[in-house]
């Protein structure tokens, strides 16, 4: 959340003022999005987000247990954040939008589409989320991999984008890796029908990102990983074997999914969540966690954390602040302090001073609220 606050530090806009650098190049590379195939720093967000809110699921559980929250009680809230979730998300990302952008990829939407199953497996006694986990991402490969194309390839991906008007902008995937091509695969034909059946000024054809809604069903995967490791935590004595279990966990989970990359089993792509993705990200998750868990717990070095534990504790605030507050909070420090205020180290580096001034003011304003015991929670 950290790196969102803070729009990637401005690197990526910063890179571009040094076209002849390799450094800069690569440093902007790891601060957006990878065109399809592979993985960036930048790409780790959204799944770091969804991880959490598994992970903090069976601490709700057993608030709820402390509160003698009953089971139907429990349920009617899981179903009041599931649909908040999602009207939130549709309201940030219809934002400079004419009308209400009926979209489901942003982060909150994809949360809210799937929450209800995770909270239904965090209700069982056993640990149910890994096999279910595993059960998901095996149907949804299924789904992709026996999904049609027109004939394999990059030519035959062209040639069938050119029916459909579809833009073909990032790489396409030949043989069995076409099934999961931009435009062309399963979970952007349903896109084409679902999206249609709302309100649009123009009928939806197609996501300029590749994003698409089904992607919340391979989502579901991640915050089971994270329900996993919350458990783990939970219930595992000790801080340090519970921290060992996360963190080569995670790197089995994450080799996996480059092996089934690599192989050509399935190519790990973020804007469809592909199984591989989801294991490779979720495997990084798991062990990082595991890591912070380590210093923080079995080291008892949660100074090192305090920054991020202060984001994390109203991350939903910090979020509404970075998809509606950036352009105005930048505006007010050069109304308030002068139009150079971004320019000390130079033109070139004005958008790192930028995005860091913005994003510590909106890290103040967490850090204030936590100092007032104020949480914001959905």
Not at 137 to 145: Q, S
Not at 239 to 253: E, K, M, S
Not at 256 to 269: E, F, Q, Y
Request: net charge positive; glycine share 8%; aromatic share 14%.
């Amino acid at each position: 959340m950290i790196l969102l606050a803070f729009n990637g530090f401005g690197i990526l806009e910063a890179s571009r003022n040094f076209p002849a650098s390799e450094g800069w190049q690569t440093a902007g590379w790891m601060f957006e999005h990878v065109a399809w195939r592979g993985c960036s720093l930048w790409d780790m967000v959204q799944p770091s987000f969804m991880f959490l809110v598994g992970v903090s699921i069976p601490w709700s559980l057993a608030a709820q247990k402390s509160k003698n929250v009953s089971t139907g009680q429990g349920w009617v809230r899981a179903v009041w954040r599931s649909v908040l979730l999602v009207v939130l998300g549709i309201f940030l990302i219809s934002n400079n939008k004419p009308s209400t952008d009926f979209s489901f990829v942003n982060v909150l939407t994809q949360i809210g589409l799937g929450y209800l199953v995770v909270y239904a497996v965090a209700q069982s006694s056993r640990p149910l989320a890994p096999f279910m986990a595993a059960a998901i991402l095996a149907a949804y490969w299924l789904l992709f991999a026996l999904w049609p194309v027109v004939s394999q390839g990059p030519i035959g991906s062209q040639e069938l984008a050119a029916q459909l008007n579809l833009p073909i902008d990032r790489q396409q995937l030949a043989g069995f890796g076409a099934h999961w091509n931009q435009h062309l695969n399963p979970a952007a034909s349903f896109d084409r029908w679902f999206l249609n059946l709302f309100p649009r000024e123009t009928p939806f054809v197609f996501n300029r990102g590749g994003y698409q809604t089904l992607n919340f069903i391979p989502s579901i995967a991640t915050m089971l990983l994270g329900l996993a490791a919350g458990q783990t935590i939970r219930e595992v004595p000790g801080a340090f074997p519970a921290a060992i279990r996360l963190v080569l966990g995670g790197v089995v989970i994450a080799l996996l999914g480059w092996l089934l990359d690599i192989t050509g089993v399935c190519p790990l792509v973020k804007r469809i969540w592909t199984p591989s993705w989801t294991l490779w990200s979720g495997g990084l998750c798991l062990s990082i966690l595991g890591l912070f868990h380590f210093l923080t717990e079995a080291l008892q070095k949660q100074i090192l954390a305090w920054p991020l534990t202060i984001a994390g504790m109203n991350s939903i605030v910090l979020y509404v602040c970075y998809m509606l507050l950036r352009p105005w909070t930048a505006a007010s420090w050069e109304r308030h302090f002068g139009p150079n205020i971004f320019l000390m180290a130079g033109p070139a580096l004005a958008p790192i001073l930028q995005a860091c001034f913005v994003g510590f003011s909106f890290w103040l304003f967490v850090w204030w609220l936590q100092r007032q015991k104020v949480f914001i929670r959905l």
